[in-house]
Antibody
């Protein structure tokens, strides 16, 4: 069974960057298409970006282009999300999520979430 | 931009059938998925590729997708099904290829 374990909560000042991690267990990272999804307080789910297996590349939501970078370390089975130039609108719970069975862009496994607070 | 539209709320009595819709232009040409999220918890996939249920999801959850509307149906709704439900699709969009609907709060009265 695949599990995703995310790093702990972060408190950042406006203008700073944040780097979150998500470690995969139960399956090799190379067998899973990983995505990042965030949820602002009281709001819905927002896809930030992820791996498109058909194009074999990581793609990002247009509104975050230039501020978001997703990377991976296959030796550690860990994916990372870096988001720069933080504002109060980036305060949210950030989830890593994966398609571990080639479900055609559905995410069957989710991390526990990481809270990011942006405050001066 | 391409948007998935869901009703903000749906109410149903225990044992009845809950129907949650998700609408967008030519949504039937794309694969739709559905997620259940309870307060303080991570989302859970309940339907993928329009009609398929992941292992462990009760049979009372079913899905369909045709024309401009994807539908999540919960037959014999139980109080434990009370949650927020999000549809999701992958397709061309100015905002990005993967999009979520705004969510529907299912209340089991």
């Amino acid at each position: 069974q695949v599990h995703l374990v995310q790093s702990g909560a972060e408190v950042k000042k406006p203008g700073a960057s944040v780097r979150l991690s998500c470690q995969v267990s139960g399956k090799s990272l190379t067998e899973i298409s990983m995505h990042w999804v965030r949820q602002a307080p009281g709001k819905g789910l927002e896809w930030m970006g992820g791996f498109d297996p058909e194009e074999a590349e990581t793609i990002y939501a247009q509104k975050l282009q230039g501020r978001v970078t997703m990377t991976e370390d296959t030796s550690r089975d860990t994916v990372y999300l870096e988001l720069s130039s933080l504002t109060s609108e980036d305060a949210a719970i950030y989830y890593c999520a994966g398609d571990s069975y080639n479900l055609h862009y559905a995410m069957d496994v989710w991390g526990q979430g990481t809270t990011v607070i942006v405050s001066s | 931009s391409y948007e998935l539209t869901q009703p903000p709320s749906v109410s149903v009595s225990p044992g009845q059938t809950a129907i949650i819709t998700c609408s967008a232009d030519e949504l039937g040409d794309k694969y739709a998925s559905w997620y259940q999220q309870k307060p303080g918890q991570s989302p859970v996939l309940v339907i993928y590729q329009d009609v398929k249920r992941p292992s462990g999801i009760p049979e009372r959850f079913s899905g369909s997708n045709s024309g401009n509307t994807a539908t999540l149906t919960i037959s014999g709704t139980q109080p434990v099904d009370e949650a927020e439900y999000y549809c999701q699709a992958w397709g061309s969009s100015a905002g990005g290829p993967l999009i979520f609907g705004g969510g529907t709060k299912l209340t089991v009265l």
